[in-house]
């Protein structure tokens, strides 16, 4: 087997698993290997845990976001990390 990505008419990209005599181009009717679903995660709640972040970290100028980019980094890590590993975890369970 081989593993193939792809972008659909959306402009996301895939993965697939195909057959070693397959031609790339099946990949779309190939076995998927992509992520979870990221539109099942609450966007709106990453977006206010997004917003406290930057407030608790003092980023609310450009100034202090150029300056501190590893607080940024941090901020944006702390409001989506642990629900994406959520969100791996429940399509563990679920497949």
Known sequence: MKLVQWRDSQGYFH???????DHDS?????L???PPD????????????LHNELV???????D???KSQSALTAAILASLKQRLIA?????????
Request: proline share 4%; charged share 30%; aromatic share 4%.
């Open 26 to 30: 099946d990949a779309p009717q190939g």
């Open 38 to 49: 990221l539109s099942t995660i609450d966007w709106k709640a990453v977006m206010q845990d």
């Open 32 to 34: 998927p290997q992509d």
């Open 15 to 21: 993965l697939s698993l195909l057959r070693e005599d």
């Open 64 to 66: 202090d976001v150029t």
């Open 87 to 95: 969100l791996y975890r429940d399509a563990k369970m679920g497949g």
């Open 56 to 62: 608790v970290r003092r980023l609310v100028t450009l």
